[in-house]
């Protein structure tokens, strides 16, 4: 199977798991949530930013709110979310950036993206799929672990984030990218974990590089 089928037969067995492909990040459509959020979730659960960004966010409501913030107050809020420090100087920076660069409005092209303190193409690709509804692929640890274990990048073996990112990107529809993204990431939090697969119980298992090669090997 070419690797675009087998992108195709990926993406339309997740969709139909997983009809509703949902960021778990509480974000409530905001995009600067989100750009705070997806900096906070950096070595931190998804579950634990959710937690600790409602008071955040009731006293830093916006870019502009942000930027006049000291990082050490800041860093009092996200302080469970590890790496208060330097995610707090971020949080302001980025605030800055966006008010007297963007008129407070958070960008949406990659390139500006990448300029705001903090943000990486994993952070910049999460903005442009789920608020400006660009193709993009958020290269997490789920994608890039799974997608790899599929065949759909490499020979199996995990690629880096950002070469994970361009080979998926050929190979899966663009309007397809942000949500396939979502579904791998609940799929490996419910199926396909990194040290115990449910294989047995895979829709996935018959089309996947790494099962088939075991049960080769055997």
Do not use: W
Not at 66 to 85: H, K, Q, T, W
Not at 191 to 216: F, G, Y
């Amino acid at each position: 199977m070419k690797k675009t089928e087998l992108a195709s037969e990926v993406v339309s067995r997740l969709r139909k798991k997983y009809p509703s492909a949902e960021c778990a990040l509480r974000y409530e459509g905001d995009p600067f949530r989100l750009l705070v959020m997806g900096r906070l979730s950096a070595q931190c659960t998804d579950a634990r930013v959710n937690i600790v960004c409602p008071a955040l966010f009731a006293a830093y409501p916006d870019a502009y709110a942000m930027a006049e913030a000291d990082p050490a107050d800041v860093g009092r809020y996200i302080f469970s979310c590890g790496l208060y420090n330097s995610k707090a100087r971020d949080l302001v920076g980025m605030s800055q950036r966006i008010v007297s660069v963007y008129g407070g409005k958070v960008p949406d092209t990659m390139e500006d993206l990448l300029t705001l303190p903090g943000v990486g193409r994993k952070i910049a690709n999460l903005i442009l799929g789920d608020i400006y509804d660009k193709p993009a692929i958020v290269a997490d640890t789920h994608c890039i672990r799974i997608s790899a274990r599929l065949g759909l990048v490499g020979d199996g073996k995990p690629l880096s984030p950002e070469k994970t990112e361009r080979e998926l990107s050929g190979i899966v529809e663009p309007r397809e990218q942000a949500d396939l993204c979502h579904r791998l990431v609940m799929f490996g939090r419910e199926v396909c974990s990194a040290r115990s697969p449910r294989c047995d119980s895979c829709i996935l298992s018959d089309i996947c590089k790494n099962r088939l090669d075991t049960e080769q090997s055997k």
